[in-house]
């Protein structure tokens, strides 16, 4: 593992695809039937074993980007986005035919001014084997922290993991203790329920957060679970608090797909 790591990645977004985030695991689910579910890096499931879950970092992320269609991928999921769009010309709607290829390469590294990101729909509460081997529940522990500065801390635990398993995946070290990760605010929001791609609903506590870091990383990264599906991905931002936002009923939301 190296001291600082150069990554590839890339947005495409498709502007005349209409899509708001509790649509996003049926365009996840659209957009792998039409290569019959044949390319892991779509999905991270063994395509020979049925509910065989591939445990890696996601390499292709689906999202609601401004209000429409988008993909996000990483490294050798450029090449695989890029020659699935130019192989499946044919079978695509027109809807997404058109996209926006924004591609970007990080210098991922540790530096001594922090940077603010804003994280999106972020889903930290779950249940996970710690290092002893007994599980425990991010959310148990969540409703037994009493003050604001219990509460922030264990966000920054959450988020600190997540970072440094991003991190091990690009084959980026992080030196001991040297990563620096502070919760400057956050909000949390129980979301209405989300269909998903075999016709079931789920719903979420996510949050919205702002923190800051001594580490650079990608653009549009995703952090946490769900993160394939639209969930905790994040933007560079130049303020420690979150934007002021109008809250909308999702009923409002959702657009009729034209896919």
Same mark, same amino acid.
């Not at 499931?45 to 689906?62: E, M, W």
């Not at 996209?99 to 999106?120: A, V």
């Given at each position: ?21 509790? #649509? &996003? ?10 290569? +019959? ?24 992320? $689906? ?12 490294? +050798?999921? &450029?090449?695989?986005?890029? #020659? ?15 996209? +926006?290829?924004?591609? #970007? ?38 409703? #037994? ?24 995946? &690009?084959? $980026? ?8 990760? +502070? &919760? ?19 719903? $979420? ?55």
């Amino acid at each position: 593992m190296a001291m600082a790591e150069i990554v590839s990645s890339v947005l495409v977004k498709f502007p005349n695809a209409p899509l708001q985030r509790q #649509q &996003v695991d049926i365009f996840r689910g659209f957009i792998n039937e039409v290569n +019959e579910w044949k390319n892991d890096l779509f999905h991270n499931h063994k395509i020979d074993s049925i509910n065989g879950v591939i445990y890696r970092y996601p390499l292709i992320q $689906f999202r609601a980007f401004e209000d429409a269609a988008a993909i996000w991928a990483l490294q +050798e999921g &450029v090449g695989a986005l890029s #020659q699935y769009l130019h192989q499946h010309s044919d079978n695509l709607p027109d809807t997404l035919l058109r996209y +926006e290829w924004s591609p #970007q390469k990080t210098i991922i590294e540790l530096e001594e001014k922090h940077r603010f990101y804003h994280l999106r729909n972020w889903l930290p509460f779950n249940k996970y084997r710690s290092f002893n081997g007994t599980t425990k529940d991010n959310w148990a522990e969540w409703k #037994q922290a009493i003050t604001l500065r219990e509460k922030t801390t264990l966000l920054e635990r959450i988020l600190t993991g997540q970072i440094l398993d991003f991190c091990k995946n &690009v084959g $980026f070290r992080v030196p001991d203790k040297a990563l620096i990760v +502070e &919760v400057t605010d956050f909000k949390i929001i129980t979301q209405d329920k989300y269909p998903t791609s075999n016709g079931s609903s789920l719903s $979420f506590k996510v949050v919205n957060l702002c923190y800051r870091t001594n580490l650079i990383l990608p653009e549009f990264i995703g952090l946490g679970k769900g993160k394939s599906k639209g969930f905790g991905w994040q933007t560079s931002s130049q303020y420690h608090t979150l934007p002021i936002f109008r809250t909308r009923h999702s009923e409002n939301l959702l657009f009729e797909f034209n896919f």
